[in-house]
């Protein structure tokens, strides 16, 4: 990709490039977890996987946060990209990696000391207990890694670069295979091993993405300790933009696991045939959550760079693009379900589980497509510097909305179709709200870039004298406008 393609160029054409990457790295992700979760369970038995999942969503908080200030470091990044202010640039980037590494040894030390208490808010079985301690501690050492290079890989991204991210990814993942087979089925170290393989994999990603970021071109002063400094300033604004999405990424597991445990009430084949569509409609997500990201590195991209015509138009695309690509699949799950969904259960159960899984993804299918709207808007108004209203719009229309469903309206129906419409709800409530929203947010965007052009042109009309210069100060619109 060139080095302006996301502020010029082919729009079209720049985001799929830009989206693809981040898509194979999702389900690289997948792939690489899926791997490691067979090798702890090949070699450490039930004891040793329950050790890891009684706590794995312990550290979903803490890089959930980050996450999110790292996105409000790639929205400022990428203003400063696409305006070429360089001096703002280096800064910024400087900044923000230098308090995702401060941060990141926090959240490290905290974890290894407050882990026996973390353990027992988690309510870890004693048989387990041992090997989830060594597993936590372990893991929480070594999260300054994965922070940091969260970090780093967003600030990339912000420059429009995807492919190298990508490439880390994978040797990030070949590494951690590796190393799990080393020392879990080698050396057989347990679960201590696979957390000691999961941190050894993301120190490679930082060393590998680091080298990347010394080598960019957009980059003059190299990257190093001794030019880390932070700028009260920048870090006022990555807070600012990244703190909504930060809380925003730690509220909503907590909004699905209270739907999950209405899900739980409902029988074992609906749990389990829900479950299925979860691995069914994984490429749904994965496509709707990757453009997201991407729309708001283009839109910053081109704030930035005050092209605000094109801001309009690359929102249309990037969401056209995701409605086509999830409409596609949904209509392959629509009427190929019953055919998939076999594949991921025992013989004995398909007669009892996949007309479940149908009669599910038939009522879902044609409505995945809200979803694609919102999260590609909800992307689009982030890079327009509305963090806060993308954030509190996401947690009322979806989070929130099937909260109180869940509490006022299933106790009327108490089915498992009630908790899929309720789903489906959110998605269209979510999707029309946030057309509306970037509808307007983005036309005050513009009129307040006209009227900063009007105001402009009418001041140097002032300066003008002579009988000409009092002709054009009477229709100054009207010659803005011919322009």
């Known amino acids: 990709m060139k080095k302006d393609?996301?502020?010029?160029?082919?729009?079209?054409k720049a985001l799929l490039f830009f989206v693809l990457p981040l898509i194979a790295g999702s389900l690289i992700q997948q792939l690489y977890t899926t791997v490691d979760a067979v090798i702890v369970g090949q070699f450490t038995g039930k004891i040793g996987l329950a050790a890891i999942d009684s706590v794995h969503t312990l550290f979903k908080f803490p890089l959930n946060f980050m996450?999110?200030?790292?996105?409000?470091a790639t929205i400022m990044i990428s203003r400063y990209f696409g305006a070429k202010d360089k001096e703002g640039l280096h800064c910024a980037v400087r900044t923000a990696l230098l308090l995702a590494g401060i941060l990141g040894i926090v959240c490290a030390v905290a974890g290894v000391i407050f882990s026996p208490w973390l353990l027992d808010i988690m309510s870890v079985p004693e048989e387990v207990r041992a090997g989830s301690l060594i597993y936590c501690r372990i893991y929480f050492g070594g999260i300054w890694a994965m922070i940091l290079y969260n970090m780093m890989?967003?600030?990339?991204r912000a420059f429009g670069d995807s492919k190298n991210p990508l490439y880390v990814l994978v040797v990030c993942s070949v590494v951690n295979i590796v190393a799990d087979l080393i020392l879990v089925g080698l050396l057989h170290t347990g679960v201590g091993g696979a957390a000691a393989a999961t941190v050894l994999s993301q120190i490679v990603s930082v060393v590998l993405t680091?080298?990347?970021l010394r080598r960019s071109d957009f980059?003059?002063?190299?990257?190093?300790?001794?030019?880390?400094?932070?700028?009260?300033?920048?870090m006022g604004m990555m807070i600012n933009k990244g703190f909504p999405l930060a809380l925003q990424s730690m509220?909503?597991?907590?909004?699905?696991?209270?739907?999950q445990a209405s899900i739980n009430t409902m029988g074992t084949d609906s749990i389990a045939a829900w479950g299925i569509c979860d691995k069914l409609d994984l490429l749904i997500w994965l496509i709707a959550d990757s453009?997201?990201?991407v729309l708001t590195t283009y839109t910053a991209q081109n704030l930035g760079a005050g092209k605000a015509k094109r801001v309009k138009k690359g929102a249309l695309i990037g969401t056209g693009l995701s409605v086509i690509a999830v409409g596609i699949i949904s209509i392959v799950l629509y009427f190929g379900s019953g055919l998939i969904g076999p594949l991921f259960i025992d013989q004995k159960d398909v007669p009892t589980l996949i007309p479940l899984v149908i009669r599910y993804m038939q009522m879902m299918a044609p409505f995945f497509v809200f979803y694609a709207v919102a999260a590609a808007l909800s992307g689009a108004c982030s890079g327009l510097g509305e963090t806060l209203v993308s954030m509190v719009t996401t947690l009322l229309t979806i989070c929130l909305f099937r909260v109180v469903c869940i509490l006022v309206v299933l106790p009327s129906f108490e089915t498992m179709e009630c908790i899929v419409w309720?789903?489906?709800?959110?998605w269209i409530v979510s999707g029309v709200t946030f057309t509306i929203l970037y509808l307007a947010k983005v036309e005050k965007f513009y009129h307040k870039k006209v009227n900063k052009k009007i105001i402009i042109i009418s001041q140097m009309i002032d300066e003008t004298e002579g009988a000409a210069g009092r002709r054009i100060r009477r229709y100054p619109l009207f010659l803005y406008h011919r322009k």
Not at 5 to 12: A, D, K, Q, R, V
Not at 153 to 156: D, E, K, M, S
Not at 223 to 229: D, E, K, L, V, Y
């Open 422 to 426: 309720i789903y489906i709800g959110s």
């Open 219 to 234: 980059l003059e002063e190299k990257i190093g300790i001794r030019t880390m400094r932070i700028c009260k300033e920048h």
């Open 5 to 12: 393609s996301l502020i010029s160029g082919n729009i079209g």
């Open 153 to 156: 890989a967003g600030v990339l």
């Open 251 to 259: 509220l909503f597991p907590i909004a699905n696991s209270i739907v």
């Open 210 to 212: 680091m080298h990347f």
């Open 291 to 293: 453009m997201g990201p």
């Open 67 to 72: 996450n999110g200030l790292a996105t409000g």
